[in-house]
């Protein structure tokens, strides 16, 4: 069952002289429970694609589609609650509340949208993360690896159709970024999660079911 559909997707910044095309008429789709790398040089347009499918940015031209739904044509408030209920971020630096410990950040999103938490849900999560031992620590109590567990635990605890994650290992040691890959593939598996991943690291990618390579804004490859 395809569950992401990418049609001709594209992003320009700037005007005459200054125009950068960042996207260039992107197309592909992925499937239920697919586990995709898209890897790239920096620069290549891969994180940019990323925040289009995601609904963090607009494109110039082109659609998305998450489980059938044109999500631009949404507006941005109706853009937002979908984004919040359907899709799951998660990114290089965390971006954890400070003054939350883990286990209010995780339950973030289901607050925001004043929805109760599922506690055998968190409860498996916690133990998923494992972060059961550390659900009341703030973040600066956390090291890097269970600060980035944490933030996908937030991503994860909402059950969202897609998790979208951006250099997820970029700012972790070697042993703590084979823990978070072993992580996405357990929820993969496990909550048969689909999850889109953008790296640089062709062998943090290897480990996805599925790598799209981008080049300048184009599709060169997929294996």
Sequence with gaps: MEILKVENLTKVYGKGSTEVIALDNV??????????AIVGASGSGKSTLLHLIGGVDRPTSGKVFIDGKDIYALNDDKL?????RQVGLVYQFYNLIPILNVEENITLPLDLDSRKVNEKHLNELLDLLGLK????????????GQQQRTSIGRALITNPTIVLADEPTGNLDSKS?????????????????TIIMITHNMEIAKCADRIIKIEDGKIVKGE
């Design 27 to 36: 197309s592909f789709s992925v499937e239920k429970g697919e586990f995709v």
């Design 177 to 193: 970024s084979d823990e978070i890959v072993q992580l996405l593939q357990k929820s993969n598996k496990e909550y048969k999660q």
């Design 133 to 144: 031992n550390r659900k009341t620590h703030l973040p600066n109590q956390l090291s890097g």
């Design 80 to 84: 937002a609650i979908f984004r919040r």
